[in-house]
């Protein structure tokens, strides 16, 4: 993790923020990968269509 | 002779020395990448059965407390009319008095509201025999996915709970509060309530059916003012779906519908 923070462009405060907003959005799109998968295949609502 | 033996000999012990720490290396590394990424598949299995079961559960149950809210207040502006109905031919008649065959027979005559706006709560269901809904669940209108994602809603294309028709609620059965888990246990005769702006409408369970998604026959009109709660089937898969039928036993319109 180390190593990829200091990959990052610009100075050491620079890098620290780039990296949380790569986790941050990582994370916000897992979620929605999570949420169609789910919906899509565990429970769509019980929808007739 | 000797030296040339003893360095040649001390050359092929390096060698057989170093093959075999550089396999070791090639394991220890390969054995670090399976271990990091079984951990990393790890994490993404409990990632996603945490945020299935548990942060979608907790979002619609914080969601529903706002919507019953939201009802209530609905309950309270949404515009109510007052038309005549005729049983016989199972359909609302919009004041036309020619159709009504005797003029002397008293016109009976049926409450409507408003159609709610896609997203809107506008009804309240209560199952007495589930714990989980025994103190109602906020019925939304529409069956998309972000509509869903408050647990239960009403298929637009059909009538409001109460009213003539079959009226539709599809719900979760194990994600987002999952307010239709033990649907199966409901036997006929179990009463299901819902609460909407005209008063509460009072259903009796008549049938429960396993079909698949696109037994589209389920929400056919079936006379009289039915309702019909559809959800996933088995627990955990969308392969199927669990029905129940019901029908209107009392209710502000009941009158009127089931000629009594």
Redesign the interface.
Known sequence: MKRLILRLPGPMPVKIILFAAIVIVAVVA??FF??W????????????? | MIDESTDSTKAATAAELSTPGRRGTRLKKFVRTAGWTSIGLGLFVL??VG??LF??TYFAQQANVGLTADAQTYFEEVEITEVPYVPTLGSLVSGDPEIITSPDAPIPTILLEAKPEIGDAFAIIRIPSIERLAQGWAVVEG?S?RT?RAGA?H?PSTPLPGQPGNS?I???????G?P?HELDTLVEGDIIEVETALGFHTYSVTGIEI?T????W??EDRGGATLTL???HPK???RQ???VFAELIDGPNAEAILGI
Do not use: E
């Open positions: 897992l979620f999570y949420d998968f789910g919906t899509s295949l565990l429970d769509t609502g019980g929808t007739i269509s | 990632g996603f945020q299935q942060v979608t069956v996915r869903l809603g298929m539709v599809s719900g979760h059965r194990t994600t987002y999952a239709f079909v998604p696109r037994d589209l389920v929400i559809t959800t996933c955990f898969s969308a779906r669990l029905v």
